[in-house]
């Protein structure tokens, strides 16, 4: 079973959410919020195993509040999913920097925002590599960071630094696998090692460090 907490500042939408998930016998909507500041607050209540996120809300919007639930210790299995109207805003990029572990548009179909939610629950990071290097193209390789790269990238190994070039080029577990001829097995122990390090919650966030760190270049 899959718990979610539904935030929109929009009743509308969140009833209409809300009733799409709970169609779902392996979804139990936990709870709803109004604002992020409320969000965060369930969050820690509730601990669902997903948060459906809307950008923009009063008092607390979207992109703080997944910062405050991705950085909470006691929230480590909680993931974030963007639920937007703004598919292609500079926004994407801080919610996925803040912890979001993907995002989906409100003009999605039912299903496929349901789907959305299992694979999140599921660790996957619903957003394909080729589009998060789309989104870093556009907004972050224009205005780097000016923050230094973080020291835990220099505490990964030789192997764990292959595998991350990996991840961030859009190689699954398995192609990984098969082109450090290595098990799938291992392939998926260095990748939990590798988020571990790095403190990312999945491949989205290390798609952009590889970027930002300068790991990976475009057309690299």
Same mark, same amino acid.
């Given at each position: 079973m899959t718990t979610v907490l539904v935030v929109d =500042?929009? &009743? @509308? #939408? %969140?009833?209409?959410?809300? =009733? *799409? *998930?709970?169609?779902d016998p392996d979804i139990d909507v936990v709870g709803e919020a109004v604002d992020g500041r409320e969000a965060? =607050?369930?969050a820690r209540m509730l601990r669902p195993d997903v948060v459906l996120m809307d950008i923009r809300m009063p008092r607390l919007d979207g992109i703080a509040a997944t910062a405050e639930?991705?950085?909470?210790p006691a929230l480590e299995e909680t993931r974030v999913l963007i639920l937007t109207t703004f598919e292609e805003d500079e926004y994407l990029v801080a919610a996925l920097r803040a912890g979001a572990s993907g995002f989906i548009g409100k003009g999605a179909?039912? =299903?496929e925002i349901v789907r959305a939610v299992h694979s999140v629950h599921a660790g996957d990071a619903l957003l394909s590599p080729a589009a998060t290097r789309s @989104? #870093?193209?556009?907004?972050v390789l224009p205005h780097p960071s000016s923050a230094a790269v973080p020291e835990e990238l220099a505490e990964l190994t030789e192997r764990e630094r292959e595998v *991350? @070039? *990996?991840? &961030? %080029?859009?190689? +699954?577990?398995?192609e990984i696998a098969a082109d450090l001829f290595i098990s799938p097995h291992t392939a998926k122990t260095h990748l939990k090692r590798i988020m571990t390090k790095l403190a990312?919650?999945?491949?989205?966030? !290390?798609? #952009? @460090? &590889?970027?930002? +760190?300068? !790991? !990976?270049?475009p057309g690299s």
């Open positions: =500042d929009q &009743a @509308l #939408i %969140r009833a209409a959410v809300r =009733d *799409l *998930l709970d169609a965060v =607050d369930q639930i991705c950085a909470d179909e039912p =299903d @989104l #870093i193209t556009k907004y *991350l @070039l *990996l991840v &961030a %080029r859009g190689r +699954s577990n398995d990312a919650h999945d491949r989205a966030q !290390l798609v #952009i @460090l &590889a970027y930002e +760190s300068g !790991l !990976l270049t």
